[in-house]
């Protein structure tokens, strides 16, 4: 497919159309009624029962989490997430005085167990999960554990904000806590990873549609609105089927990039996911993570160390590597190569940042 002409064309789609110029005018801070039945429709097939007066669309997933953060905690509140997540969680509790407090994980994800036991000492306010597909790790939650996270919730009384920009990627349906509890979820689901990044454009999910104008108001008082013209193009991309399209070319760019990656890497630790756009690659003992992100970076290759998803102040040593950034397989080819390189290379490692 050819993104940069279906995009013009997109573009050119809507501002021809007989109501074109709307898009072009302040809407109201919740999302023009049009662009939240669209939402409504596009994340049906991951939560059931959804209706448009409980979408709020935000301009990309980052404002949606701050803007419900704002909305929901006080300064010292405590919330709980995975020893490894979303870096702009972490950025979000700085800015507002939130703790994170780690929850351990494993292959499948954050463990249950440990959300009982910070329980049983500690009254968090929220749990903030990417529950298929994390980000970093690429693990996705089973739909058993995701049923006794719920209990826990209602038990200990916490919110659940479900941060979701990779299930339209994935080829397992697994339910949403927006689907197993709608009354005390919020569920953001962006289209930056499976559309593209320029469309900052994210649908958050309120546990009811009186939730979702108190969302309104704090978008009102921070960006006031989602971008018009690109909220009009996600809608006109999912009432074309074009969003489908867009996400079953990257799923098969992910797939025969992830198969490119485990050529190279093959023989090391790392976790992957066939459809995802990133690995979590761990290191040989002789590498600390930041040393070598850094010199990786000296090189021409840009990753991210745990230390910058890190909850936790003792974390493994694992890099996550993006495998769509470059534009194109021989590129990204390259710059793979180096990383193996590098990571076979432990005298580098006592030189890496003199």
Not at 20 to 38: C, F, K, P, T, V
Not at 48 to 55: A, H, M, P
Not at 198 to 213: E, T
Request: hydrophobic share 45%.
């Amino acid at each position: 497919m050819d993104f940069q002409k279906v995009f013009s064309q997109g573009i050119s789609s809507i501002l021809d159309s007989p109501n074109g110029l709307l898009a072009l005018h302040y809407q109201e801070s919740n999302g023009a009624e049009i662009d939240r039945i669209a939402g409504a429709r596009w994340l049906k097939s991951r939560i059931e029962g959804v209706t448009s007066d409980r979408i709020v669309v935000t301009g990309g997933a980052q404002c949606a989490l701050y803007a419900i953060s704002s909305m929901l905690f006080q300064r010292g509140d405590l919330i709980i997430a995975g020893e490894m997540t979303y870096p702009g969680l972490k950025a979000v509790a700085t800015q507002q005085g939130l703790i994170v407090e780690p929850i351990a994980m494993d292959e499948d994800g954050i463990i249950p167990d440990e959300i009982a036991r910070i329980c049983r000492g500690k009254s968090p306010k929220a749990l903030y999960v990417i529950p298929t597909i994390d980000n970093p790790t690429t693990a996705s939650i089973p739909i058993q554990r995701r049923r006794e996270i719920v209990a826990l919730a209602r038990k200990h009384h916490f919110t659940i904000i479900e941060d979701d920009p990779y299930s339209p990627l994935s080829e397992r349906r697994l339910i949403s806590f927006a689907e197993l509890a709608s009354d005390i979820t919020w569920h953001i689901a962006t289209l930056s990873k499976c559309v593209t990044a320029a469309l900052r454009v994210a649908y958050s999910v309120a546990p009811n549609a009186s939730m979702a104008l108190r969302l309104a108001t704090v978008l009102r008082a921070t960006n006031i609105m989602a971008p018009p013209l690109m909220s009009a193009l996600a809608t006109h991309w999912i009432n074309t089927g074009t969003i489908k399209e867009i996400t079953k070319d990257i799923i098969s760019e992910n797939i025969s990039r992830q198969a490119l990656a485990a050529t190279i890497f093959q023989g090391c630790n790392y976790a992957a996911v066939s459809e995802a756009p990133h690995l979590w690659l761990s290191l040989p003992k002789y590498w600390n993570a930041r040393d070598f992100a850094e010199c990786a970076d000296r090189i021409g290759v840009s990753i991210v160390p745990s230390s910058a998803f890190a909850t936790a102040a003792r974390y493994i040593e694992a890099v996550r590597i993006s495998l769509g950034v470059s534009p194109d397989r021989t590129a990204l080819k390259d710059g793979l190569i180096q990383i193996s390189n590098l990571m076979m290379q432990p005298s580098l490692q006592t030189r890496a940042i003199v």
